[in-house]
C-alpha cells in the first residue's frame, strides 16, 4: 500500500512518550466534559477577563441565562474544580466566583480553539474528495 | 464591591482587540461542534499520527466502531473541512483519508486540551466553596 505520511509530512506536535491516539483522545474528551453545557464557555471566558465576578454581575453580563441557570452551570464547573465560590459572611450575603488554577490553566486550550476557529472562519473547506487521476 | 482582580492576577492570553467574552465563547463553541461525536477524536488522532490512511485502517484500528459509524464520522469531518478523501481510480478502488490543512491546524488546540487533561488528572479540585472569615 502506497502511505503518503512523508507526502503530507506531517508529525504530532506533541510528545507524549507512551501516548496513542486512544488514549489522547480519550483525554481530550474528559477535558471537553467540562466544557459542555450551553453557557460554560461564556461564563469562563467572562472569569477570564474580569478575575472575579459576583452572580449578578454574571447574570447582567450574560443575557438570556436565567439565575436558575446560571447557578447550575456554576455549580457544575465548580464540581469539575475550575470555579471556586468565595463566601463573605456579612449581610446581605457576598458570594464571588473565580477561576481555580484549574480553570485558569484551560486558557492556553481555549485561546488554540479561539485561535483556530478565527483563522478558518469563512474560508471555503475544499473539496471533500480528491479523485487521483495517476495510476498508482 | 472589594474586586478581587488584583489578587487573583490572571490576565488572558490572548489578545485579540475587540474579542469580547460573547465572541470568544461564540468561536470556541464552533470549534468544539467540530469535535463533538462518539469517535471524531479517536479518527482524528489516527490520522495525527499517520498522516493517511484507508477506510480498513482505521476500521482496524479502532474497535468498537461500526463500518457505517466510521463513514458517517468520516464524511462529517469531511463536510467541515477537516479531513479529505482521496479516491484513487483502481480496481479494487482504493480511498485514502487524510488530514487537511484546516484539520492539521486543529493540533495545537487538541494538543492544549490534552496537556490540560494530563496535568490535572487525578489532583483533587480543592474545596468548591470558600468561606472568607475575614470581615470586609
Redesign the interface.
Known amino acids: ?1 502506497g ?3 512523508e ?2 509530512g ?1 508529525q ?3 510528545s ?1 512518550p507512551g ?1 496513542t ?2 488514549i ?2 480519550s ?6 466534559k467540562v ?1 459542555e453545557g450551553r453557557w460554560k ?2 461564563i ?3 472569569l ?5 465576578l ?1 452572580l449578578s454581575e454574571l447574570e447582567r ?1 450574560i443575557p438570556g441565562i436565567t439565575q436558575k441557570m446560571l447557578i447550575q452551570q456554576l455549580r457544575s464547573l ?13 449581610v446581605p450575603p ?1 458570594v ?1 466566583y ?3 488554577p ?1 480553570g ?18 469563512g ?11 495517476q ?2
Open positions: 500500500m502511505r503518503t505520511d507526502k503530507v506531517y504530532q506536535k506533541s507524549y501516548i491516539p486512544d489522547a483522545a483525554g481530550v474528551e474528559e477535558a471537553l466544557l464557555l461564556i469562563l471566558f467572562y477570564f477577563r474580569d478575575g472575579t459576583r453580563a465548580e464540581r469539575d474544580g475550575v470555579v471556586s465560590r468565595l463566601v463573605h459572611p456579612v457576598k464571588e473565580s477561576l481555580t484549574r485558569q490553566d484551560l486558557c492556553p486550550a481555549l485561546d488554540e480553539l479561539l485561535y483556530w476557529a478565527q483563522r478558518w472562519k474560508q471555503p473547506s475544499g473539496p471533500p474528495t480528491v479523485v487521483n487521476t495510476k498508482d
